[in-house]
């Protein structure tokens, strides 16, 4: 099996291209690095069933021999990339899903799109389920990656009812693990590169808006299922269990003596006020439902940033 990956030095990229070349798979990561990077990857470079090539697959794909899936997952994915990329996000998921279907459709391939839970916008129900149609600012300045992912769903639902393609829908609630980065600015990141670098942690409102956290290998292996499954319609995969941004700052100032203290500021618009997946689809499909608990993925992902930011301190 061969299966190409749109975004695959990304931080979900580079673990969906482990997956599939520990599945057996051979594997062409495409990158434009514009958030991506390079060294998520190298680990990978010398093993015969994985290529990388830059390419911005908003322009055009072009890739030689069989391809048997299609796995889209290049966007700008955090608030700070999307907001300092906006037209590059709405081009990657309007230009680069278009593109990325059009090679499924010329190989024969079945094809998966990466989306997320923001196309639920600042939510009126919690926890949201797939058949929420989500409550989305179009204008706002979140709106050019919501809007962005929701056009990609449309498209990808609109190849498979007109050219037949194979297509799968993953909603990707917050997930984190090794390989993200310490300045996306994205909640984990924020507060551990705060922490870090001695800095208090910034927590925007009051607190009390809240996120499931979801580690990065359970989101994979609900992905992988997803892959080999029948079903066209969205599937959530995320983690259930909810907790506010103050309690999850609280839990990272756990993990290091004589933390800095936690500041408040004004809540960005439109910032959603609850996320939280139901999962019940995944549950019931894909036998799915997340392991790994979050004191358990904290402990991995701190390991991580430290050597990290030890080893840019160098």
């Not at 990229?13 to 690095?33: F, K, M, P, T, Y």
């Not at 919501?146 to 993953?170: L, N, P, Q, S, W």
């Not at 870090?196 to 979801?214: E, H, K, N």
């Amino acid at each position: 099996m061969r299966a190409v990956v749109t975004g695959g030095a990304g931080f979900l990229g580079s673990h969906l291209c482990d997956r599939l070349i520990a599945e057996g798979w051979d594997v062409l990561a495409l990158d434009n690095l514009i958030t991506g990077v390079d060294s998520n990857v190298g680990h990978l470079l010398n093993s015969p069933r994985f290529r990388i090539a830059r390419a911005d697959v908003s322009m055009y794909i072009d890739v030689p021999g069989p391809v048997d899936y299609v796995l889209h997952f290049a966007s700008p994915a955090s608030p700070v990339d999307y907001l300092k990329l906006p037209i590059q996000t709405l081009k990657v998921g309007a230009l680069g899903t278009h593109n990325a279907l059009g090679l499924a459709l010329a190989k024969s391939a079945k094809f998966l799109l990466a989306s997320t839970s923001e196309c639920y916008g600042d939510p009126e129900i919690s926890p949201q389920h797939e058949e929420y149609w989500g409550h989305v600012n179009p204008i706002g300045p979140r709106g050019v990656y919501d809007e962005a992912k929701r056009f990609a769903e449309a498209i990808t639902m609109a190849y498979h009812r007109y050219h037949g393609v194979d297509t799968r829908i993953v909603r990707i609630f917050n997930t984190y693990g090794p390989r993200m980065r310490l300045n996306d600015g994205r909640a984990l990141p924020n507060f551990v590169y705060q922490a870090l670098a001695r800095q208090p942690l910034t927590v925007y409102g009051d607190g009390q808006q809240t996120r499931s956290f979801c580690y990065v290998s359970d989101l994979v292996e609900g992905i992988y299922r997803l892959m080999q499954s029948g079903e066209h319609l969205p599937v959530n995969i995320g983690n259930p269990q909810e907790i506010t941004i103050l309690e999850f700052a609280g839990r990272i100032r756990a993990h290091f003596p004589d933390a800095p203290p936690i500041v408040f500021q004004p809540l960005p618009q439109d910032d959603p006020k609850r996320r939280c997946p139901d999962i019940s689809k995944a549950k019931r499909l894909l036998n799915w439902e997340p392991k790994v608990g979050l004191e358990e993925g904290l402990g991995l992902t701190l390991d991580y940033f430290k050597k990290q930011y030890a080893a840019a301190a160098k």
